[in-house]
Each structure stands twice: as C-alpha cells, then as structure tokens.
T-cell receptor, first 114, second 115 residues
Framework: DTEVTQTPKHLVMGMTNKKSLKCEQH?????MYWYKQKAKKPPELMFV???????INESVPSRFSPECPNSSLLNLHLHALQPEDSALYLC?????????????FGPGTRLTVT | AQSVTQLDSQVPVFEEAPVELRCNYS??????LFWYVQYPNQGLQLLLK??????LVKGINGFEAEFNKSQTSFHLRKPSVHISDTAEYFC?????????????FGQGTTLQVKP
C-alpha cells in the first residue's frame, strides 16, 4: 500500500474559523511533510516531522499549527487564516534518516479562505 | 545551495510524437533526482528516480530519464505521448542522504498533448 490519504478534499473557511486538515499513511514511514501549493507553482515545504518530532519549520506563520499524534497521522490546524492562504495543501511521507529517498504525496486538500 | 531549473515552462506536442522535458540542477554533492507528475486537481505522483547506478532510469507510463553528471542534467523523455500525459511535471533534487525533508523542486513544465 503506497497511499497517502488526506481529508477533507475541499474546505471553505472564514477568516475567524478554526479547522483542521488530516493526513494518514500506513507505509511505515517515519517522516511526514506538509506542503502548500499555489496554482501553477511547485509545492513549498512548510513542516517536516521525523519520528513524530517537528524537525523543520520553514518559517510558517503561527496561524498554521502542525501536530503528529502518532507515526501514521499528521494534522494541520488552521486558525485566523488570510485569503492569501487559499491553496492546495499537500501531505507527503517518506522513510526517515538515511533512507529518506522519495516522498509519496497525498491528493491534497483544496482550501479556500473567504 | 541546491537549485533545479526546468528549462521550458510549457511544452506543446502532438499525440504520438516524442517529447523531452529538460531539467538541470546545481549541487556540490551527490544528488538524488526525481521526476513527479501532477494531473489536474491531484497530488504529485512519482514518475521515476535516480539514486545511483545506471544513468538511464525507467519509470512508469513509458517515461525514462538520463542522469548526466558532467552536464548536471536529468532530462525526461517519452518516445510517444498520449493525450492522458497532459499534466504538470516537476523535477526535484534531494541532496544529502539522511537529510530528511529537503526536496528542491523546479518551477514545473506543463506538457500539453494535442490530438
């Protein structure tokens, strides 16, 4: 099973809302990632978790809060977002450490902030 | 610092014609190289990867790529494209073994296959 799942597929939220994006994988990967992708652009790395610990935060605003409750799950909590945060949010996973080769991506959550 | 340059932002091609999508990278160390494809409204799917060994790498859907260290290139090729190959293609590099997380993407190339 090489699948990364993400829910929801689409999300519309107001600027005062609180919502969460969820990501799950059952490949035994110990590294998980959040990316943001704007239209016609490559994905931009936001966060990396390695062995359930946050290892990379690419200077992301605090209105985005990641959480890795266990080795299979990754959440992204959203609060007080801005319209410019509207984008496709992609989750990915890979092996960690010396075997961290390719990343496997989920289908993404299309987020619209109104 | 690592960087990846995809030399063409758009590549229009007729169905059943061959295609090459160009990718150059800069790195001072050994690299791992990848091509991903993104169909409309979907996530990224790994097409192929170069980690070591043979410089000609075969991937899914009939694609292949050749690693050229002297020219720092990793061009993607397909001998005969289909309408279903219409998508965005990203070249990416991961530089350091054990450096979890750092995939550097190119800006992408839109492949438009015309009937």
């Amino acid at each position: 099973d090489t699948e990364v799942t993400q829910t929801p597929k689409h999300l519309v939220m107001g600027m005062t809302n609180k919502k969460s994006l969820k990501c799950e994988q059952h490949m035994g990967h110990r590294a998980m990632y959040w990316y943001k992708q704007k239209a016609k652009k490559p994905p931009e790395l936001m966060f990396v978790y390695s062995y359930e610990k946050l290892s990379i935060n690419e200077s992301v605003p605090s209105r985005f809060s990641p959480e890795c409750p266990n080795s299979s799950l990754l959440n992204l909590h959203l609060h007080a977002l801005q319209p410019e945060d509207s984008a496709l949010y992609l989750c990915a996973s890979s092996q960690a450490g010396p075997l961290s080769y390719e990343q496997y991506f989920g289908p993404g959550t299309r987020l619209t902030v109104t | 610092a690592q960087s990846v340059t995809q030399l063409d932002s758009q590549v229009p091609v007729f169905e059943e014609a061959p295609v090459e999508l160009r990718c150059n990278y800069s790195s001072s160390v050994s690299v791992y190289l990848f091509w991903y494809v993104q169909y409309p409204n979907q996530g990224l799917q790994l097409l192929l990867k170069y980690l070591s060994g043979s410089t000609l790498v075969k991937g899914i859907n009939g694609f292949e790529a050749e690693f050229n260290k002297s020219q720092t290139s990793f061009h993607l090729r397909k001998p005969s494209v289909h309408i279903s190959d219409t998508a965005e293609y990203f070249c990416a590099v991961s530089d350091t073994p054990g450096n979890t997380g750092k995939l550097i993407f190119g800006q992408g190339t839109t492949l438009q296959v015309k009937p």
